[in-house]
T-cell receptor
Framework: EAQVTQNPRYLITVTGKKLTVTCSQN?????MSWYRQDPGLGLRQIYY???????DKGDVPEGYKVSRKEKRNFPLILESPSPNQTSLYFC?????????????FGNGTRLTVT | GQNIDQPTEMTATEGAIVQINCTYQ??????LFWYQQHAGEAPTFLSY????GLEEKGRFSSFLSRSKGYSYLLLKELQMKDSASYLC????????????FGQGTELSVKP
């Protein structure tokens, strides 16, 4: 089944404790992206990757890191999480960027930082 | 700056027609997407417009006017399962990776 898989689905952590949210897609998509979703603010893009070893900042990249060493994986790293990073996170992929190509979203990761 | 506006909430009756508007002011435009998101779930793709005019897909249609920076999503023969949030998103010209979302319109369908 074609899908984007994120793990974990739920995560509660404390301020400053490094964490990684994994994202993997099995559709051979070139483009992958991370979003956070907060009430009243909608989906905001954190980072995106047009292909392996190519990553770019979205609108809210501060406090996050990503890497794209392989086509299928695009992990999101929070080196020192803070409470303002408490949010619902979505990973997404598409075959050709955001031009004419719809995004396929993972099921989301709900992160709470205390 | 980039700005996308949608109404926050709408209510409609089962069997009726509802139109959800989206206006955008962005630095460049490559196309406009509509996504549906049920509570607690991931967004799913509904439609894509790049040229002016109406795109029809069953009960759902989407319209675009590039000169006016305006789009709408039209849902016909509303069903209870259409209760969801509807997200408008703009793909930016010359920035193949950037997609800007509006805050979404929460649609409630009542019997």
């Amino acid at each position: 089944e074609a899908q984007v898989t994120q793990n974990p689905r739920y995560l509660i952590t404390v301020t400053g404790k490094k964490l990684t949210v994994t994202c993997s897609q099995n559709m051979n998509h070139e483009y992958m992206s991370w979003y956070r979703q907060d009430p009243g603010l909608g989906l905001r893009q954190i980072y995106y990757s047009m292909n392996v070893e190519v990553t770019d900042k979205g609108d809210v990249p501060e406090g996050y890191k990503v890497s794209r060493k392989e086509k299928r994986n695009f992990p999101l790293i929070l080196e020192s999480p803070s409470p303002n990073q408490t949010s619902l996170y979505f990973c997404a992929s598409s075959s050709r960027g955001t031009v004419m190509s719809p995004l396929h979203f993972g099921n989301g990761t709900r992160l709470t930082v205390t | 700056g980039q700005n996308i506006d949608q109404p926050t909430e709408m209510t409609a009756t089962e069997g009726a027609i509802v139109q959800i508007n989206c206006t955008y002011q962005t630095s460049g435009f490559n196309g406009l997407f509509w996504y549906q998101q049920h509570a607690g779930e991931a967004p799913t793709f509904l439609s894509y417009n790049v040229l002016d005019g109406l795109e029809e897909k069953g009960r759902f249609s989407s319209f675009l006017s590039r000169s006016k920076g305006y789009s709408y999503l039209l849902l016909k023969e509303l069903q209870m399962k259409d209760s969801a949030s509807y997200l408008c998103a703009v793909s930016l010209y010359n920035q193949g990776g950037k997609l800007i979302f509006g805050q979404g319109t929460e649609l409630s369908v009542k019997p």
